[in-house]
């Protein structure tokens, strides 16, 4: 399976360029289309309603549209239900008040997201590719970095347990009057790790996000940058990129959307500066404004752009 995220400034395009690549990579592939944008036109671009349920739009074809306040809230309900039965001899302390505000907590949007993400990567295997249209940039970065910022965190939380456990299972110390040349011996009581919930946790934990850290980087998957003919779109994708080399994530593809004869000769220089600042040796595609097709609001995603040979990999 192959996987594909469609990421850019707000407004420049990236769903119409994710449908209309998902259509025409339908015709040889099954490929399901999910749409992780909290402001989902998806539905639109295909005129079906979707209202968080997967469609089938053709025989090759599927949609998706993720209700982020639905994953949040069953993000939330499952990690809490983990918390209070882990914490369940700590429940005199009434932690019910700190896990009510969780829901507040910076980040449950981006871990929701990843666990949409995560899920449909592990679940929808019978598909050859899945495409993600994502949010805007800065929610885009922030939910592809969580895998490893959190894998970090649990690294550290992990050497913690690990030191809790062995002061809670050291039971004796054997002192006397040291010989000369002696070294000091302790005895300790020997503890299985595998006995403690909270350890488990934390290894399945970092099992899983190491195993989604390796998808995201690997060689099946691929970043899709599209961006528009103008500066601020430019400065937006360059922090984008700067962000992808960051993450060593692999930018495989710039699509240059809603070109027009007007305004050729500065998508000829957004397009070599991109190309320069992400060292990307393949072409970028344009894709021209279709006032006609704007207009009517109809088959948004039936472009006359190619898209499917370059995103075949």
Not at 5 to 33: E, N, P, Y
Not at 223 to 236: A, G, K, M
Request: net charge positive; with cysteine.
């Amino acid at each position: 399976m192959r996987i594909l995220f469609f990421t850019g400034k707000g407004g420049v395009g990236k769903s119409t360029i994710a449908a209309a690549a998902a259509w025409q990579l339908a015709r040889r592939h099954r490929v399901l289309i999910v749409s992780l944008d909290p402001a989902h036109n998806l539905g639109d671009i295909f005129n079906v309603s979707l209202k968080n349920r997967r469609k089938r739009f053709s025989p090759n074809l599927y949609l998706q549209e993720v209700d982020l306040r639905q994953m949040a809230r069953a993000y939330l309900e499952k990690e809490t239900t983990v918390l209070s039965d882990t914490y369940s001899y700590l429940k005199a302390l009434n932690l019910d008040h700190y896990f009510s505000v969780l829901k507040y907590s910076p980040g449950i949007e981006e871990y929701a997201l990843l666990t949409s993400i995560e899920k449909a990567i592990r679940e929808d295997t019978d598909f050859d590719y899945l495409l993600f249209d994502t949010p805007p940039t800065g929610l885009t970065l922030r939910f592809l970095a969580l895998p490893q910022v959190t894998a970090t965190w649990i690294e550290r939380l992990t050497a913690i347990r690990r030191q809790i456990l062995e002061k809670r299972y050291t039971i004796q110390k054997i002192r006397r009057p040291l010989k000369v040349g002696e070294v000091k011996n302790e005895v300790r009581l020997g503890y299985d790790e595998t006995d403690d919930d909270i350890l488990n946790r934390l290894l399945v934990l970092k099992e899983n996000y190491g195993k989604l850290t390796a998808v995201l980087q690997g060689e099946t998957c691929g970043i899709v940058l599209v961006f528009n003919p103008d500066l601020l779109s430019l400065r937006e994708s360059e922090r984008l990129i700067e962000g992808l080399k960051d993450l060593k994530l692999p930018l495989r593809f710039l699509v240059q959307n809603k070109v027009t004869e007007e305004n050729h000769a500065i998508a000829h220089q957004v397009a070599g500066a991109l190309q320069k600042t992400s060292g990307h040796k393949g072409p970028v595609r344009y894709v021209a404004l279709d006032r006609d097709i704007a207009l009517k609001g109809a088959d948004l995603y039936n472009i006359s752009e190619d898209l499917r040979s370059d995103l075949e990999f």
